[in-house]
């Protein structure tokens, strides 16, 4: 059975740090993993999706890298900005379209 | 082009009572998914539909929630009768394509999700 851990649980910088968020995962034999950022109230937004066959994909300051052999995942945010404040949350999918969540990081950018 | 549309946005309702909460996805999505997040947890998959047929609703309280997808495009999701611990945002999402598809990236899109609060 899949599972998918996210540490920390939650994160406070300094504007302008990098930063990295770590997402791991049981089984290896995945499809794809996608990385989401939720604001609350709100839902979930895409922010990059790696394919399996891919080690990573970058979007502006925002780079995430996939190693299945390990089971590990890392999104790593560049000069961190208070609008960056959020839950980001790692979510893999395991064939058959069927993806499982985190529980997500919860950022806090201090200005 | 347009995203996932979801309605209500917001309910509170009283313990025993029903609900019903509706979901467009993006058009031509084929694969159409209802999550149930709990403040503090991540999103749980309660049923996935590949056009109007279901492929998994294993955790899915079919006791009291119930799902469908009658003309492949639209869907409803359904709590008869509530409970306390049935609050939560609902969240519906949809994909592109089949699922055994090779040009489907498999890249989830989501509403803005249903908050349902029971007392």
């Known amino acids: 059975k899949q599972e998918v851990t996210q540490i920390p649980a939650a994160l406070s910088v300094p504007e302008g740090e990098n930063l990295v968020l770590n997402c791991s995962f049981t089984?290896?034999?995945?499809?794809?993993l996608q990385w989401f950022r939720q604001d609350p109230g709100k839902g979930l937004t895409s922010l990059l999706l790696?394919?399996?066959?891919?080690r990573e994909q970058t979007s502006g300051r925002l780079n995430a890298s996939l190693d299945k052999s390990s089971g590990r995942s890392t999104l790593y945010i560049a000069a961190s900005q208070p609008g960056d404040s959020a839950t980001y949350l790692c979510?893999?999918?395991?064939?058959?379209?069927?993806?499982?969540f985190g529980a997500g990081t919860r950022l806090f950018v201090k200005a | 082009e347009a995203g996932v549309a979801q309605s209500p946005r917001y309910k509170i309702i009283e313990k025993r009572q029903s609900v019903a909460f509706w979901c467009n996805p993006i058009?031509?999505?084929?694969?159409l998914y209802w999550y149930q997040q709990i403040l503090g947890q991540g999103p749980k998959l309660l049923i996935q539909?590949?056009?109007?047929?279901?492929?998994?609703d294993s955790q899915l309280p079919k006791d009291r929630f119930s799902a469908e997808r009658l003309k492949g495009v639209d869907s409803t999701l359904k709590i008869q009768p509530a409970k306390l611990e049935d609050s939560a945002v609902y969240l519906c999402?949809?994909?592109?394509?089949?699922?055994?598809?090779?040009?489907?990236?498999?890249?989830?899109?989501f509403g803005e999700g249903s908050r349902l609060t029971v007392l």
């Open positions: 999402a949809s994909s592109l394509g089949t699922i055994r598809g090779t040009t489907n990236t498999g890249e989830l899109f």
């Open positions: 089984d290896s034999a995945i499809y794809n």
């Open positions: 790696i394919q399996s066959s891919q």
């Open positions: 979510a893999v999918n395991t064939g058959g379209f069927k993806t499982i």
């Open positions: 058009s031509g999505h084929a694969t």
């Open positions: 539909f590949q056009n109007n047929g279901v492929v998994d």
